[in-house]
């Protein structure tokens, strides 16, 4: 009797311990979008965003900026809303100044699909901070405040006419994949295998104490940039400005041209979602606008910086495919290229003016 109930014993230890691996297994396989979908609207695009905008002003959110997608043969519309939540702000006050990406949220509005049916996407905060925040010794507080946010996000989109839902979005990767981002596959060696620190290029530096007037003149050289349209990848045009803690800023900046190309290319290479009412699922991928200028202070040196645009490509247009990257492989050099040289052609510029009261 005592073998047979010992046999048993272990018979069940070893479920157990079989239904446990499977659950760490399922875990630590668990996928996660760089988007995510969370609502099916009932009512049109402007009806959406009017009800959007509602519910984010009645929130804790801020919202700071919002940006009506361009591109060519526009036959949707789709619009990205760039927000922050002080809550998020303040558990992740104590980090390093690099990774003020992870603060910087965005909300999608797009038409998409047979009879252009509008949803909600939002760039997804759990995958950033599993980026961005993925050396940190407070990383596990930093993930559950990201969640938090994002939870945040899915009780403003409740309030819109629709069905909620949760679909994560391509690209899709694991946490331990988004921990090392380094590029994708084989467009690993396009993006020089840098992470998101090592493709946070220098535009130029300056002293510590210089760090307001450094914010200043990147101001300035953004604000006289002038957006020049689809066919021209030379201006720019000045979004938002936000302060994230005492030590860094971002600028949000886009042009016509980078929309234009992120849109289409992604949509070219995808057949999911693409309809002869709606020909560019791409627009899915609004909440990748807009485009970062960084200015840190990290008690040493003042340094104005921008990614490089192939690592910052791979991490929100990975799928369009290796041939898309293959065929399109001087675009996000053009990105680049633009961006740096509006920033150090006006090193000298003098400080944005203060604005009239």
């Known amino acids: 009797m005592k073998l047979k109930s010992t046999k048993i014993g272990r018979l069940l230890a070893m479920v157990l311990a079989f239904v446990l691996g499977s659950g760490n297994a399922l875990a630590a396989s668990e996928e996660y979008g760089i988007f995510e979908r969370i609502l099916e609207a009932s009512g049109s695009f402007n009806d959406t965003t009017a009800a959007l905008e509602k519910a984010l002003a009645e929130s804790n959110l801020t919202l700071h900026a919002k940006r009506d997608m361009t591109f060519t043969d526009k036959v949707q519309q789709a619009r990205v809303y760039i927000i922050t939540s002080p809550a998020y702000m303040e558990a992740a006050k104590d980090e390093a100044p690099e990774t003020i990406s992870a603060q910087i949220l965005r909300i999608g509005v797009y038409e998409y699909g047979d009879g252009k049916k509008v949803h909600v996407n939002m760039a997804n905060p759990t995958a950033h901070a599993m980026v961005f925040y993925a050396g940190s010794k407070n990383y596990d507080k930093l993930l559950a405040a990201a969640k938090a946010v994002g939870q945040d996000i899915k009780n403003v989109a ?121 020909p560019y699922p791409g627009v899915d991928h609004a909440p990748a606008m807009p485009m970062e200028v960084l200015v840190i202070n990290d008690g040493k040196k003042v340094k104005t910086v921008h990614y490089g645009q192939m690592w910052r490509m791979q991490l929100y247009f990975w799928d369009s495919g290796y041939m898309a990257f293959a065929k399109n492989t001087l675009i996000p050099s053009i990105i680049f290229s633009s961006i740096d040289t509006t920033l150090t052609a006006t090193a000298s510029a003098a400080p944005a003016a203060a604005p009239a009261k």
């Open 158 to 278: 409740a309030k819109i006419p629709g069905t909620q839902v949760s679909v994560q979005l391509e690209p899709i990767r694991t946490e331990k994949a988004l921990n090392k981002f380094n590029g994708d596959g084989p467009a690993k060696m396009m993006a020089k295998f840098r992470n998101w620190s090592e493709s946070q290029n220098l535009a130029f530096d300056d002293k510590p104490e210089n760090f307001q007037a450094t914010v200043a003149r990147v101001e300035t050289a953004l604000r006289a940039s002038q957006d020049k349209g689809v066919e021209d990848s030379s201006g720019w045009r000045l979004l938002s400005k936000i302060p994230v803690g005492s030590n860094a800023v971002y600028f949000g900046i886009t042009n016509d041209y980078t929309e234009n190309k992120c849109i289409r290319i992604n949509s070219d290479f995808r057949s999911e979602g693409k309809t002869k009412d709606a």
